[in-house]
C-alpha cells in the first residue's frame, strides 16, 4: 500500500491558469508538509499542517493555498502560475516534526 | 532560524572507499538531525537520524556523528557501493520550531 500519494505526477500548464495537486497518506500522521524541489535540488519547505494549523513559510507567495479537507488529505491550490513556479513538488508527513518523514513520489510541474 | 549549511555539494569516490559529508548548524537549541537520501527521479527517504543525546548511532554502513559544541554533524558511508549514488541531504530541527530546516544537498557519485 502506498504511504503517501500525489496527483498527478506531472502537471503541463500555460502561464496564468490555476491548477491543484493532490496528497493522501494512510498513515494515520497528524502532520503532513507541502515541499518545493527546483532545478538545483534545494528542498524549501512551503507549508506544515499539524492539528488543523497551518504554518506557512513566509517566503511563498500567496498565490499557493493549501487545502485540507481532512487529517489524511492536504492538497495545493495555486493560482496564476508562473515560469518561476516549475518544479518537482513534494507532499510528506509524519507522526511529529520530530519524526521521519514519509515523501510522496513528487508532482513534476512545468509552467510553460 | 536555524541555518544549516552542508558540504561538499558534489562527492565522487570509488567503490569500496568511504564517503564523508559534513553540515554545520547554527542554533545550538536544535536536538534532532535526520539525513535523508534521494535517488535519482525518486522521493527523498530517511536513512539514519540521530538525537542530541548521543553522540554516534550506526545501522550497517551508515553512522552519523554530532558535535554540539562545535554544532556540526556528519554522515559516513563505508564500503560504498554504487547504489549508494544519490543525493543526500541533512537537516535540523530544535523542540518548538515548526519545520526541518535542509541543507543544501551532497550529489554523492560512486564510481565502480
Known amino acids: 500500500d502506498t504511504a503517501v500519494s500525489q496527483t498527478p505526477k506531472y502537471l503541463v500548464t500555460q502561464m496564468g491558469n490555476d491548477k491543484s495537486i493532490k496528497c493522501e497518506q494512510n498513515?494515520?500522521?497528524?502532520?503532513m508538509y507541502w515541499y518545493k524541489q527546483d532545478s538545483k535540488k534545494f528542498l524549501k519547505i512551503m507549508f506544515s499542517?499539524?492539528?488543523?494549523?497551518?504554518?506557512i513559510n513566509e517566503t511563498v507567495p500567496n498565490r499557493f493555498s493549501p487545502k485540507s479537507p481532512d487529517k489524511a488529505h492536504l492538497n495545493l491550490h495555486i493560482n496564476s502560475l508562473e515560469l518561476g513556479d516549475s518544479a518537482v513538488y513534494f507532499c510528506?508527513?509524519?507522526?511529529?516534526?520530530?519524526?521521519?518523514?514519509?515523501f510522496g513520489p513528487g508532482t513534476r510541474l512545468t509552467v510553460l | 532560524g536555524e541555518n544549516v549549511e552542508q558540504h561538499p555539494s558534489t562527492l565522487s569516490v570509488q567503490e569500496g572507499d568511504s564517503a564523508v559529508i559534513k553540515c554545520t548548524y547554527s542554533?545550538?537549541?536544535?536536538?534532532?538531525f535526520p539525513w535523508y537520501k534521494q535517488e535519482l527521479g525518486k522521493r527523498p527517504q530517511l536513512i539514519i537520524d540521530i538525537r542530541s543525546n548521543v553522540g554516534e548511532k550506526k545501522d550497517q554502513r551508515i553512522a552519523v556523528t554530532l558535535n554540539k559544541t562545535a554544532k556540526h554533524f556528519s554522515l559516513h558511508i563505508t564500503e560504498t557501493q554504487p547504489e549508494d549514488s544519490a543525493v543526500y541531504f541533512c537537516?535540523?530541527?530544535?523542540?518548538?520550531?515548526?519545520?526541518?530546516?535542509f541543507g543544501t544537498g551532497t550529489r554523492l557519485t560512486v564510481i565502480p
Open positions: 499542517y499539524n492539528n488543523k494549523e497551518l504554518i
Open positions: 510528506a508527513s509524519s507522526r511529529s516534526l520530530a519524526h521521519e518523514q514519509f
Open positions: 542554533d545550538s537549541a536544535s536536538n534532532y
Open positions: 498513515l494515520g500522521h497528524d502532520t
Open positions: 537537516a535540523a530541527l530544535k523542540t518548538g520550531a515548526n519545520n526541518l530546516f
